[in-house]
């Protein structure tokens, strides 16, 4: 079997599962939430589908000739009612980057390289707005998008094997990007409920230490207490206690107390060590 990688492009997007059942799409977003009613014209596209289909991938909005996050963003949170009129001003796209289900085969177990035509010859025939991400095994024309498509909004590479088989979570697969932005676990906030100061991390690389953000922005502060108080009025309908106080090292402030978020959130962060400086948080990724 080749052990030979492809690359492809990762975009600025929501991940989304595709399900094509008997009867009806259901989109599913990486966090469990059922996102169909968001999308209407993704879910009337995978109508196309055969039945017993399910894809991985990104939904993306293009904007002026470049990807849009916040723009998904506001295409994921909106009313039935409104996205139906967001659906003809912000179309979305669907670029699928794998095919776990075809006709009720389980094709995860299967290697990326026969996943991936089985995913070509799928959705190349349907056409937009449901398309193949790009790949290549080509190491100079992924050099050339790599270098060349950061202005589009494209974030980076994925690495993968053709002999792999589909890792759940994309752990199994290298992501190149170009800057040192990435998703962290947050396990924590220091400061009140009402006021958090910063949040406490675990980075996906290196030790699994926990690691506390330089302070929040405003609209970072009161987006996290929104979570914080709609989770603590979950946790009183359930009559669940509030947790103990735990601590983080904080670089040149040592020993830290916070209050531990179970179960964690994602957040969007920025930094250059996993020491020094702390780490920047960009956004909360609520869509995952």
Known sequence: MSHEARRSLENDGHRLVVVRSETEVVLQARSGRIVTSAFPDLAAAALQLPAGTVLDGEVVVWHQGRTDFALVQRRAAATAARAAVLAQSLPASYAAF??????????????????????????????????????????????????????????????????????????????????????????????????????????????????????????????????????????????VGAGALATVTAIGLGEVPFRPLDPPLTAEVRHTSTRHPPPEVLRLRTDL
């Not at 089985?118 to 056409?127: A, H």
């Not at 992924?142 to 890792?167: F, H, M, N």
Request: glycine fraction near 6%; hydrophobic fraction near 45%; proline fraction near 10%.
């Open 98 to 239: 794998d095919v776990l289900e075809l006709a009720g085969l389980d094709l995860r177990a299967r290697p990326y390289e026969r996943r991936r035509a089985l995913l070509v010859d799928l959705l190349l025939p349907l056409g937009p707005p449901l398309q193949p991400v790009p790949m290549t095994t080509d190491p100079e024309l992924a050099a050339t998008w790599y270098e060349t498509l950061p202005a589009s909004g494209i974030e980076g590479l994925v690495v993968k094997r053709l002999d792999q088989a589909y890792p759940a979570g994309r752990r199994g697969w290298q992501k190149l990007r170009h800057t040192d932005v990435r998703d962290a676990a947050v396990v924590g906030y220091t400061g009140t409920p009402r006021r958090p100061l910063a949040l406490v991390l675990v980075l996906p690389v290196g030790a699994e230490t926990p690691l506390m953000s330089s302070p929040l922005t405003a609209a970072l502060r009161a987006e996290v207490a929104a979570v914080v108080a709609s989770r603590a009025e979950a946790a009183a309908a359930a009559a």
